[in-house]
């Protein structure tokens, strides 16, 4: 059974002749009459009584009208709000960042992306350390603006939009504030500052040095939440941490201090999107960011 022969089941029911309902459906008369016989074959009823004098309902046909038109109209309810959906998909981005990847960099991609696509309404949605792909992975967002790695990362597309070398913080009456320079080595022996909302594996041995750290040693224990909170801890000297040069950038303040740390790898900051079921205003997105990254590439 088809939604089309249930169309054509109420057509005819409605006008109770074959001709006028084939011209109403802008079918010939001859496929409407063998289309409703398919039907009546997959119900195993017979649904019209047919004589030289016209066309009825047969009890069965009757009993099935009200079903048949409640169905059609739930398919026309569903489509239309596929089609709403689709062109929510096409025209709202919901796009979620971490503080830390909030910079310059970012800041002109979506302006740029305002200005060529002003039919897309981006909605921002911050998300802090305990979810590193900033609600993509769950589905609450449809891009994100990511610092990679984090546990999860090879189910998304990503595109590296920036590789920023990676800065020491640290109070700016610690010893280390005058220096030019600092090695993850001797990092690694300083009091660590770690924010218990970060539980992400590959997140935290990344920008928490575990695999160079004494971690149970040189831990120190935050209930920072924010970022803010998190710098604040840091300004007061109860340890020390590295950062992207583009959250330095956005969080340069009295009593902290910034210095360059040069054995670090690159931090990369990315656009991610979800493989499969991307909408096309994250598309849109990924298309513009991808083109401004080959443009750069070529000067």
Do not use: C
Not at 165 to 192: I, K, Q, T
């Amino acid at each position: 059974m088809e939604l089309r022969q249930l169309r054509y089941f109420v057509a005819v029911a409605e006008e109770l002749h074959f001709a006028r309902a084939a011209a109403r459906l802008l079918i010939a008369t001859p496929s409407l009459s063998q289309q409703i016989k398919a039907l009546e074959r997959s119900l195993a009823l017979t649904l019209f009584d047919r004589s030289s004098t016209g066309v009825s309902l047969t009890p069965a046909g009757a009993e099935l009208l009200p079903l048949a038109r409640s169905v059609l109209e739930s398919a026309d309810e569903l489509t239309d709000a596929a089609q709403r959906i689709a062109a929510e998909r096409a025209t709202v981005l919901r796009l979620g960042f971490l503080p830390f990847a909030l910079t310059a960099t970012t800041r002109r991609l979506l302006t740029g992306f305002g200005r060529s696509s002003p039919e897309v309404t981006v909605r921002l949605r911050q998300y802090e350390w305990e979810d590193p792909s900033a609600g993509l992975l769950s589905g609450a967002t449809d891009a994100a603006l990511v610092r990679l790695p984090f546990t999860g990362d090879e189910r998304l597309h990503a595109l590296v939009l920036a590789e920023e070398p990676v800065l020491a913080v640290v109070a700016e009456s610690h010893p280390l504030a005058g220096h030019d320079e600092v090695s993850l080595a001797r990092l690694a022996e300083e009091p660590w500052l770690e924010a218990g909302i970060v539980t992400d594996p590959v997140f935290a041995g990344y920008w928490y040095l575990r695999d160079l750290r004494d971690v149970a040693a040189t831990t120190v224990r935050s209930g920072a939440e924010t970022v803010e909170e998190w710098l604040a801890e840091i300004g007061f000297g109860r340890g020390v941490n590295i950062v992207p040069t583009g959250l330095a950038e956005e969080y340069r303040r009295p009593g902290l201090a910034f210095v360059p740390v040069g054995d670090a790898p690159l931090s990369r900051l990315a656009l991610a999107w979800p493989r499969t079921d991307a909408t096309a205003a994250a598309t849109a997105l990924a298309r513009y960011a991808a083109a401004g990254r080959r443009r750069s590439a070529s000067r």
